[in-house]
């Protein structure tokens, strides 16, 4: 029965999201959808076919997705939507973007897409000085602003807006935001109300460690929608295939490992409970591993890949489910324990490893019913390998730990700093002849 149930694939989310509906299909106020229309914005990107529905509910979003992929769009419709149904507040909706040449942009977008709404907005950012016009825009109770986060900490200290007013925050580019002030944004972010009394939705280009742990703090249980595209050139990177039984994996994976030295290496497994089987396996060898559960909530995972990007873990393993929240790209070896059964699984792994390291993919007879359709897929066959000699390609667990025990004795040992010792000898005071 165990291994019946072992057998069962996970669920997982499809990796090219469906898109192209129109914006008529989402519950958008007819007004806004009449507007768009006019304007040409007919049919959503994959981000928008993704991200309105959570944003439309009023709740946090975390979204990962390149320059162009319609983001902007995105939260603008959410504000409007927001503003059209109920009326709106001074200084309700608050964009934080990275420069003032991206608030003046969006600003004016913005107001022409909403010029026959009762709402007013205006850009509060400026290299040097800020203009009149800005300044009186926001003295008379700008219902959106769009600003920076040097100058939104101007508005908090000035006392222009009032915290509590903000409903809605949207941080575009937060990856880079944090990069470049993490301070102060944290400072900023801990005046506004709490996670649930408002709705903040988050954009990132790239996922970094620092933003996702501070997007958390404000956030309440946020949707998170990480968008990639797999990658299309294998070019600069070295790709073979083994032929192997499932008896002989796991020893012909302890080869592969030796043979590589022990680098860091992302292992994936098509199902999750093999995924910890294996985990716990090479953990008893001595190995640091981790494996990265799908299920797990932000701070849990975040902690695996942090241990993972330092030097606590040497070992990730992971489900395609759980491929979207790795955030380590610059991997020396990837080994796919188990086949893909898609290419587009196939490249999404691939994106985990930076050019010119290796793929070893493992192909048992489960994995040889969808490999020549992955194969043909991709549009190019993966070199074999054949693993021979077998004595140096197949390690057993025994030899396999004496070779982990002999290279942790022979790493240099980091130096022992002693305490020094408290004296014993009694305190002698002078005498000061009083």
């Not at 503003?83 to 608030?103: D, G, M, S, W, Y």
């Not at 188990?338 to 010119?356: I, N």
């Amino acid at each position: 029965m165990e291994a019946a149930i072992s057998k069962v694939r996970e669920m997982r989310p499809l990796a090219v999201a469906l898109h192209g509906r129109p914006f008529s299909s989402f519950p958008i106020h007819p007004d806004l959808i009449k507007v768009l229309e006019e304007r040409g914005f007919t049919k959503t990107t994959i981000i928008q076919d993704l991200v309105l529905p959570q944003a439309l509910k009023g709740h946090d979003v975390i979204v990962k997705a390149k320059r162009g992929s319609g983001k902007a769009l995105t939260y603008i419709i959410a504000i409007l939507d927001r503003f059209l149904h109920k009326t709106p507040q001074k200084n309700e909706a608050i964009v934080l973007v990275t420069n003032p040449e991206r608030a003046a942009e969006l600003s004016s977008f913005t107001r022409e897409l909403g010029r026959t709404f009762s709402f007013t907005l205006t850009p509060f950012a400026a290299k040097e000085k800020i203009p009149e016009e800005q300044l009186k825009a926001v003295e008379r109770e700008a219902h959106l602003i769009f600003t920076t986060p040097y100058w939104f900490n101007r508005l908090l200290k000035w006392r222009l807006i009032s915290p509590q007013n903000v409903k809605i925050l949207v941080l575009d580019e937060f990856d880079q935001m944090v990069l470049e002030n993490r301070m102060l944004l944290e400072s900023m972010l801990s005046k506004l109300p709490l996670p649930g009394e408002r709705q903040g939705l988050v954009f990132m280009e790239n996922l970094r460690y620092e933003a996702l742990e501070l997007a958390y703090k404000f956030l309440k249980e946020p949707d998170e929608i990480y968008i990639e595209i797999g990658r299309d050139d294998f070019s600069n990177l070295k790709l073979s295939l083994f032929h192997v039984s499932s008896e002989e994996k796991f020893m012909l994976l302890l080869g592969v490992l030796d043979k590589y030295h022990w680098p860091k290496a992302i292992i994936f497994v098509n199902n999750k409970l093999e995924a910890q089987k294996l985990c716990d396996e090479l953990k008893r060898l001595g190995l640091k591993a981790v494996f990265l559960k799908p299920d797990l909530g932000p701070e849990y995972r975040l902690r695996f890949l942090k241990q993972f990007a330092g030097k606590e873990a040497d070992i990730l393993i992971a489900t395609d489910a759980g491929c979207r929240f790795i955030q380590q790209d610059g991997v020396p070896l990837l080994i796919n324990y188990d086949l893909p059964e898609t290419a587009e699984e196939f490249r999404q792994r691939a994106l985990k490893v930076k050019d010119g390291g290796a793929i070893i993919s493992f192909c048992d007879e489960e994995g040889a019913f969808f490999l020549e359709f992955l194969e043909k897929e991709l549009g190019f066959k993966i070199p074999v390998l054949w693993p021979e000699p077998e004595e140096e390609w197949f390690l057993s667990p025994v030899v396999t730990r004496e070779k982990i025990s002999s290279r942790a004795k022979a790493l240099p040992k980091k130096p022992v700093t002693r305490r020094a010792k408290h004296s014993r000898r009694p305190v002698r005071f002078k005498k000061t002849g009083r």
